[in-house]
């Protein structure tokens, strides 16, 4: 069955930064895109970037632009999310999902929090 | 890019029809037939209900129902059930840098 399994959250200050991983399973991770996509405690879901299958076309929103970087290593199934210069706004859960083409997030993982406090 | 209007809740009896509506633009719902919903209960990840406008996914019950029209697109909840009660999320794709923009969420209440 398909799995998504994040990790790499935690605590940390502003400024401060953190590689989120994300590893899959049960599916040929390689044939698909994928998406992080964040949610703030008691706010709606943002998303936040997304890679194709191959890692040559990548997006980010603009509220991440410059500060995070999406990558993906097919041979290890697992996807990354490098989050640098980080603000108490982007405090959330970030989930990784696998998308339908472009038609929609059919996989989520169960999400990994990032605190950003002083 | 702004996110896409939802009501803040909507609430139905068990076996009532419920209708959630997500309101957009003609650069994100109305130009692409990509929207798709997701159903979030509490402390959970969301679950896909409908993508590409319509289309359920394996193992979504029948009783959601997905449409569009202009800029508006729809989620009706038929027979409505008390495991329905979540937080409901539209979202559409943009085609430009912004990419993907989701709705406001809307809670629905089983009464």
């Known amino acids: 069955q398909v799995q998504l399994v994040e990790s790499g959250g935690g605590l940390v200050k502003p400024g401060e930064s953190l590689r989120l991983s994300c590893v899959a399973s049960?599916?040929?991770?390689?044939?698909?895109?994928m998406s992080w996509i964040r949610q703030a405690p008691g706010k709606g879901l943002e998303w936040v970037s997304y890679i194709s299958s191959s890692g040559s076309t990548i997006y980010y929103a603009d509220s991440v632009k410059g500060r995070f970087t999406i990558s993906r290593d097919n041979a290890k199934n697992s996807l990354y999310l490098q989050v640098n210069s980080l603000r108490a706004e982007d405090t959330a859960v970030y989930y990784c999902s696998r998308m339908i083409t472009f038609g929609g997030f059919d996989y989520w993982g169960q999400g990994t929090l990032v605190t950003v406090s002083s | 890019q702004s996110a896409l209007t939802q009501p803040r809740s909507v609430s139905g009896s068990p076996g009532q029809s419920v209708t959630i509506s997500c309101t957009g633009t003609?650069?994100?719902?109305?130009?692409?037939?990509?929207v798709s919903w997701y159903q979030q209960h509490p402390g959970k990840a969301p679950k896909l209900m409908i993508y590409?406008?319509?289309k359920r996914p394996s193992g979504v019950s029948d009783r959601f129902f997905g449409s569009k029209s202009g800029n508006t697109a729809s989620l009706t909840i038929s027979g409505l059930q008390a495991e329905d009660e979540a937080d409901y999320y539209c979202?559409?794709?943009?085609?430009?840098?912004?990419?993907?923009?989701f709705g406001t969420g809307t809670k629905v209440t089983v009464l």
């Open positions: 590409d406008v319509s």
């Open positions: 049960g599916f040929m991770f390689s044939d698909y895109y």
């Open positions: 003609s650069s994100d719902v109305g130009g692409y037939n990509y």
């Open positions: 979202c559409s794709y943009t085609g430009g840098f912004t990419f993907y923009v």
